[in-house]
Structures are given as C-alpha cells and as structure tokens.
C-alpha cells in the first residue's frame, strides 16, 4: 500500500469526500494553499495509521468553499490562514477572522490575482486600507 495517495477532485466533490474520511475515522492533517495560474490550489490532508491521504482541487477567485471546521474543529486555523493569505472564501468556518489571523502587509499576498501583491512584490507604493 503506498504510503501518500493524491486525490484529485472537484470542488462539489470536497464535503462529501472529508465527510466520508470523518465517518471511516480519518483524522484531519492539514489544509494549504498553492497558486497555480490564476486560481489556487487547495490541499487537504487525512491520516489513518500510517496512511496518508490528500484531496486537491482547484479554486477560482470568488468561489466558496465549504468549511470542515464543523467536523474537524482544528481546521479553522488552516481556514483563517487559506483566507488570509490566499483569499480563498470558506463558507461556515467555526471560528471566523474575518480577514485578521494574520497580519499581512497585504491583502491576500499568495493570492496569484492580487492587485496589491502584485505591486507590493514589483516595489511600488501599496495603498494602505
């Protein structure tokens, strides 16, 4: 059995998916963000034993996702964080930042469709909120 599997689905797939590892006793791992292109990639990580398993899937600026702060409660860090740094907009989170977690230099600064990281990363003057 190979130690890491990777599942690639989409987005209408992701509660059912992380519903079903939650009812077969999979812990909850993990949760990042990847830019790839314009949109970001999601990472979601379960383990059972020595069993690693990850769903990927993209997002589109403006889309929600369903959060799994509901049934894995430490998720909402990796909620806030995703949201933060990549603006990706989860819908339902437990324990919501709104935006605050982290304190960013700017808005959404990973986010690969950023105005403002944009400019922040080519030197020039970013407009403070």
């Known amino acids: 059995m190979d130690p890491q599997v990777y599942k ?7 509660m059912s998916e992380v519903t079903g590892y939650k009812e077969r006793g ?9 830019s790839v292109g314009d949109q970001v990639e999601l990472l ?4 059972l034993d020595n069993q690693l398993e ?14 799994i702060s509901p049934l894995y409660p430490s998720a909402f860090f990796f909620e806030n964080e995703t949201r933060d740094l990549f603006g990706v907009q989860f819908e339902g ?5 709104a935006g605050r977690f982290y304190p ?3 808005p959404t600064p990973m ?5 403002e990281a944009e400019a922040w990363g080519k ?6 909120g």
């Open 8 to 14: 690639n689905i989409e987005l209408v797939q992701f």
């Open 93 to 97: 989170t437990i324990i919501d930042f």
């Open 26 to 34: 999979w812990r909850f791992v993990n949760l990042c963000g990847s």
């Open 104 to 106: 960013t230099s700017v």
């Open 54 to 67: 990850n769903l990927s899937m993209l997002v589109s600026n403006g889309e929600q996702v369903p959060a």
């Open 123 to 128: 030197g020039e003057e970013v407009p403070r």
């Open 111 to 115: 986010n690969p469709t950023s105005v």
């Open 44 to 47: 979601c990580s379960f383990a």
